[in-house]
């Protein structure tokens, strides 16, 4: 069975312009978390989308934002870039109705602001 | 969600058994406790999760307090690659909702 795959797996940038990172759940999970981890720092929850729509964000500015399609797989969108955006993108999926046996995460995508 | 208390960093020598601890002293009924791991650069790993029972699988074991409010992870036989960051996080059962990671326990496992 597939994991959580993400992609791109880096991605450099520059201040102002637009990212979009990707993700592919687990097969039959229907939920999607984003998390960012500056390096150093530790995870910081960013959105969570179920079934297609957002069900919780994160302390996050509105240029953070995202979508999940039918397929259940999903996008991150920072707009305006800034080189404090420059961090690890964590996404993982899980199976609500069995939500009790936790997250799994992918890889990341590492964002780099220039 | 209860908050965690856990030590910054912990060493432990190949071969030996690795003893995280973990305080949740707010910690309410409903909620489960459980582990992850990051190791460097990697998305988190679920380790394991328990209510109230102590729990073991392929891992590791769970041990939680009669009261509930402290936990500690057992790595029975550390290898090297057990070296990651541990977190114990606390979530409510029965609804779906975001794990909120601390800063976790550098494990450094030693030869």
């Known amino acids: 069975e597939a994991g959580v795959t993400q992609s791109p797996t880096h991605l450099i940038k520059t201040r102002g312009q637009q990212a979009t990172l990707r993700c592919s759940p687990i097969?039959?999970?229907?939920?999607v978390y984003w998390y960012q981890q500056a390096l150093g720092l530790g995870l910081q929850f960013l959105l969570w989308?179920?079934?297609?729509?957002?069900?919780n964000r994160g302390n996050f500015p509105p240029r953070f934002s995202g979508r999940q399609f039918p397929n259940y797989s999903s996008e991150l969108n920072v707009n305006a870039l800034e080189l404090e955006d420059s961090a690890l993108y964590l996404c993982?999926?899980?199976?609500?109705?069995?939500?009790?046996?936790?997250?799994?995460f992918g890889s990341g995508t590492r964002l780099t602001v220039v | 969600d209860a908050k965690t208390t856990q030590p910054t960093s912990m060493d432990c020598a190949e071969g030996r058994a690795a003893n995280l601890p973990c305080n949740h002293s707010?910690?309410?009924?409903?909620?489960?406790v459980y582990w992850y791991r990051q190791i460097h650069s990697q998305g988190p790993q679920y380790i394991i999760h328990?209510?109230?029972n102590n729990e073991t699988n392929e891992m590791a074991s769970l041990i939680i307090t009669e009261d509930r409010k402290s936990s500690t992870l057992i790595l029975p036989h550390a290898t090297l690659r057990d070296t990651a960051v541990y977190y114990c996080?606390?979530?409510?059962?029965?609804?779906?909702?975001?794990?909120?990671f601390g800063t976790g326990t550098r494990l450094q496992v030693t030869l």
């Open positions: 993982a999926s899980s199976l609500l109705s069995r939500d009790n046996y936790g997250y799994t």
């Open positions: 097969s039959g999970h229907t939920s």
């Open positions: 989308y179920d079934e297609g729509e957002e069900r």
């Open positions: 707010t910690i309410s009924g409903n909620e489960y």
């Open positions: 328990g209510l109230k």
């Open positions: 996080i606390v979530r409510p059962t029965g609804t779906a909702s975001k794990l909120t």
